[in-house]
Nanobody, 122 residues
Framework: QVQLVDSGGGMVQAGGSLRLSCAAS??????MGWFRQAPGKEREFVAY????????YYADSVRGRFTIARDNTKNTVYLQMNSLKPEDTAIYYC?????????????????WGQGTQVTVSA
């Protein structure tokens, strides 16, 4: 079993930065993803990192602004968000998956954090 705890959200002005953290307990060496859900919208893929940290993928909307990283010695995955825009406002969730499949599909993930709110003002 895996438990994930998201943190680091908050309110920031456009152009600002935030770093989200996802602390994992239990068996932790899984591929991880970050997803987000804005009000009235479906949850969408943001970023993915494999178990070793050697492979990363990003949604087109965040590529070049967001960076996913992991520290396996601390069982923590990070999402560094720079140049934030109002359209980045959402609840952000980290997730872990036990096996392969489409990394961008939330149905492929088995464990989820509770979410952390990110609000970007214009």
């Amino acid at each position: 079993q895996v438990q994930l705890v998201d943190s680091g959200g908050g309110m920031v002005q456009a152009g600002g930065s935030l770093r989200l953290s996802c602390a994992a307990s239990g068996r932790t060496r899984y591929p991880m993803g970050w997803f987000r859900q804005a009000p009235g919208k479906e949850r969408e893929f943001v970023a993915y990192i494999n178990a070793s940290g050697s492979i990363r993928y990003y949604a087109d909307s965040v590529r070049g602004r967001f960076t996913i990283a992991r520290d396996n010695t601390k069982n923590t995955v990070y999402l560094q968000m720079n140049s934030l825009k109002p359209e980045d406002t959402a609840i952000y969730y980290c997730a872990a998956r036990r096996s392969g499949g489409y990394y961008y599909s939330d149905s492929e993930y088995d464990y989820w954090g509770q979410g952390t709110q990110v609000t970007v003002s214009a």
